[in-house]
């Protein structure tokens, strides 16, 4: 069993910068890859982000991709998704999401653990 709490949503104006935060108990953390979620209003949920349990080949949607990373501190057991020059688009619900499976871990069914989720909000 894992439980996930994220932190760091906010409200920032457009072009800004965030630090999501999902820190992870129970069971040992680098056994799990993570993943990050975000789901808009009206919107099905959507991949943004994932890293391996050993924090290597991270994967990005093509929407975040040069603009979000992904890392993770096993030390520390925690994952982060730094956010930069942010877009009125990326407001959502952000959710981290951890799995022990190796593969398909753009698929949000992959998770069996999810956080509650952090709001962020761009303003334009």
């Known amino acids: 069993q894992v439980q996930l709490v994220e932190s760091g949503g906010a409200l920032v104006q457009a072009g800004g910068s965030l630090r999501l935060s999902c820190l992870s108990s129970?069971?040992?953390?680098?056994?799990?890859?993570m993943g990050w979620f975000r789901q808009a209003p009206g919107r099905e949920r959507e991949y943004v982000a994932a890293?391996?349990?050993?924090?290597?080949?991270?994967y990005y949607a093509d929407s975040v991709r040069g603009r979000f990373t992904i890392s993770r501190d096993n030390a520390k057991n925690t994952a982060y998704l730094q956010m930069n020059n942010l877009r009125v688009e990326d407001t959502a619900v952000y959710y981290c999401?951890?799995?022990?499976?190796?593969?398909?871990?753009?698929?949000?069914?992959?998770?069996?653990?999810w956080g509650q989720g952090t709001q962020v909000t761009v303003s334009s």
């Open positions: 890293i391996t349990a050993r924090g290597a080949l991270p």
């Open positions: 129970g069971d040992t953390f680098s056994n799990y890859a």
């Open positions: 999401a951890a799995t022990s499976s190796k593969t398909y871990l753009m698929q949000g069914t992959t998770y069996p653990y």
